[in-house]
């Protein structure tokens, strides 16, 4: 097995089944808006409410992009990986791509996308990075596309905020914090919150 399904195992674990669930439904069913908005906003993805990242979220500026409350979770005893979100806009009129970036308590950064396949849900590295389409914002975001913080050196606290950095490969490297949240729904041992 290799390290990165170890991580992504640990990974899903800390988050409860419910919760993925919903957040990929929301990623899967156009929003209302969307479907009147023609075949020029279908790659949009709509944002949805994040009250972790609500309180003080603070938003950062290069080129012609947007970002809008960086935000990682608490890490649950031991966990070597955390997840990354935060909306980014594109004003301008050519895509850019977030292809790398920095996170300063972890080895690596990696840029993920999630699927379902079969009841599983499976996250691959974007291997040419995440494209943000010019008028187009995209929502990175539990059970969808998410930067993916590997190795961790020490584990995430509620309330703190983590330095790090995003790069794109048009509007160049940005330097930002990311907000600390409580750890995800599910069970700190990793269980579901079966009922
Ligand atoms: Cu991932």
Redo the contacts with the bound molecule.
Sequence with gaps: MSRHHRA?RA?SAALSLPFVAAAFAHLMLPAPEAKAGASANARIILAQAMPHAAAGARTYKIGNLVIEAPWTRATPGGAKVA?GYMKIANSGKEPDRLVGGSFVRSGRF?V?E?SLEGDIMK?RPLARGLEIAPGAAVELKPGGF?I?FMDLKEGLKEGETVAGTLVFEKAGALALEYRVGPIGGGAPSGGHMGH
């Design positions: 992504m990974f997840g990696e993920h999630m996250m998410h993916m």
